[in-house]
């Protein structure tokens, strides 16, 4: 009996490991495993690591190369003002988060909020985001830092300027993830996307005005105000501190200080809100189902074909307007692609050619087909089993794209010329956009059998599955890259006929890009066809994923 119970009595308890290191130890398990899976997913993930710390090396020896310029701190303030605005909505709508991030899966749990915030916050540190950020702000600090007291503040600043850019992300997140993940709750959100994309527009339209002014005076204004905003106001300390003025420098530490502490609090409130009240966003969604699946029953299928291609048409269409985040890729995609080319129009700057814009944007639509449909693919997976089957079934899918994009690329372009009055560039704009449309829509095809991806039905504010992020982002850039350069012929046509001034013959590039572009999307379906049947257990695994 002794010796039984000697290590109940006799032997120390084993250390219990903080909350935070487990989340940390849970990011970088969930990360690893998620490369594991393929090597494509790996090689992705690595580039994009790659091409985002050239990109960040290039800004820090940009801001190096500033300083003393005059200018440095209105570019420095107002770069990271931007950066805040981007974490506070980007994570939103674009591919990132991982399961770690995501508070719904930590109500069953029994853990302290305030344990739980610093273990969340240290995880969200853990990443290329973050990093990204970090290199960021070391170059707008190093741009501005000038002697003892610059340096001092610039230790302090940079970090702050991290740490608040991630809580402030988490915490909008944090509050918000009812709201998102309930049905109407992500219709809403649409809102949100019109709302980014105008916004990206006033920016472009802020940019083309101060290059006409020619000089960066014009942002004294806006830097004084934004100095004085976490986490902008960190790097506005630094150049205060340099410049003497130790008072205001403190004072702006010490406001974004007090502005992390407050995104915190915050943070804490929505999780324990989170963990303690019910969800009512769903209550009496039944009620009204059945009513609604009844109106509108056949009034779609009758004006598609018969058979699997209409079948398959209507199941694509179906999804633009039932499911939520499909349907706000579509509404910011139509929305950006109207936008960009009429803004630049009334702004006296504008070309028939950005009309161009709406072809790109909606082609885009038709990358990642396969993890649209998330872990529902599995149905469509059992009626692929040759590359006839998996043929019928994206051209489907194209078809039911191609409904929507092609009159309204026709429609953009047209309003395009109408606004600058510039018809008798249309019939050439309008055969480069249809020609862009094709190519887009094939590479999308090849992309979504060689590069799929998860989209998770759980999370309103992630858009791909832990561990794809680079997949993802290597697909759409990728495949936009190679639609560029398949639409070059077209474009070197183009060129061709004015500099050798045929204007006369301008108008044949309206038929020649639309067969251009029809041919290219046959082309990508032929080539992506095999390439879907022969890889589907692969395809059907990744998109389950979320």
């Known amino acids: 009996m002794s010796t039984a119970t000697a290590p109940l009595t006799g032997s120390p308890a084993s250390p219990v490991p903080s909350l935070t290191s487990v989340f940390v130890r849970l990011k970088l398990s969930l990360l690893r495993n998620g490369l594991r899976q393929s090597g494509g997913r790996t090689a992705a993930y690595i580039l994009s690591i790659v091409f985002g710390f050239l990109f960040a090396a290039a800004i820090v020896l940009a801001f190096v190369l500033m300083r003393g310029n005059a200018d440095a701190d209105s570019v ?15 994570p939103l709508f674009i591919p990132s988060g991982d399961e770690t991030l995501d508070p719904s899966r930590l109500v069953m749990l029994p853990l302290r909020p305030r344990p739980l915030v610093r273990a969340l916050l240290v995880a969200s540190l853990v990443g290329v985001g973050p990093a990204l950020t970090l290199f960021l702000a070391l170059g707008a600090a190093l ?95 630094v150049d205060s501190a340099s410049q003497g003025d130790y008072a205001v420098a403190a004072v702006r530490l010490l406001l974004t200080a007090a502005t992390l502490v407050a995104l915190l609090y915050w943070w804490q409130r929505s999780l324990v809100r989170l963990m303690v009240e019910p969800d009512g966003s769903t209550i009496g969604a039944a009620s009204g189902a059945g009513a609604r699946e009844k109106s509108g029953t056949g009034r779609l299928a009758r004006l598609l074909p018969g058979g699997r291609t209409g079948a398959v048409m209507e199941r694509s269409l179906r999804y633009v307007w039932r499911d939520p985040k499909t349907k706000a890729s579509w509404v910011t995609s139509l929305a950006i692609g109207l936008i960009v080319p009429l803004f630049n129009a009334f702004q006296g700057s504008g070309s028939i050619y950005f009309a161009c814009f709406a072809s790109g944007m909606l082609g885009m639509l038709m990358y990642n087909q396969f993890g649209q449909d998330s872990s529902a693919f599995w149905m469509v997976a059992q009626t692929i089993s040759t590359s006839a089957d998996a043929y019928a079934e994206l051209r489907s899918r194209a078809l039911a794209l191609l409904s929507i994009t092609l009159p309204y690329t026709v429609l953009v372009t047209a309003i395009t010329a109408g606004v600058l009055d510039d018809w008798s560039r249309l019939p050439e704009a309008l055969g480069l956009a249809l020609g862009l449309l094709g190519a887009m829509v094939a590479t999308g095809a090849v992309t979504s059998a060689s590069f799929p991806y998860s989209i998770p039905q759980d999370s309103g504010y992630k858009n791909v599955a832990p561990g794809q992020g680079g997949l993802a982002w290597i697909s759409i850039m990728g495949g936009m890259i190679v639609a560029s350069l398949l639409c070059s012929p077209l474009i070197g046509a183009t060129i061709y006929l004015h500099v050798s001034d045929q204007s006369s013959l301008l108008w044949l590039v309206l038929p020649a890009g639309t067969l251009y572009g029809a041919l290219l999307l046959l082309a990508g379906l032929k080539l992506a066809a095999p390439r879907t049947a022969r890889r589907l257990p692969e395809i059907l695994t990744a998109v389950s994923k979320g």
């Open 76 to 90: 420095a303030v107002l770069l990271t003002g931007v950066i805040a605005l981007s974490w506070t909505v980007m």
């Open 143 to 237: 741009s501005l830092a000038h002697g003892a007291a610059g340096v001092a503040a610039a230790v302090l600043a940079v970090p702050l300027t991290a740490v608040t850019c991630v809580a402030l992300s988490r915490a909008v997140a944090a509050a918000n993830v009812r709201l998102l993940t309930s049905r109407k709750g992500r219709d809403l959100a649409l809102l949100s996307g019109l709302v980014i994309a105008v916004g990206m527009q006033l920016v472009n339209f802020g940019a083309q005005r101060l290059g006409r002014t020619g000089g960066l005076e014009s942002l004294e204004p806006a830097t004084a105000v934004v100095g004085w905003l976490p986490p902008a106001a960190a790097i506005g300390a």
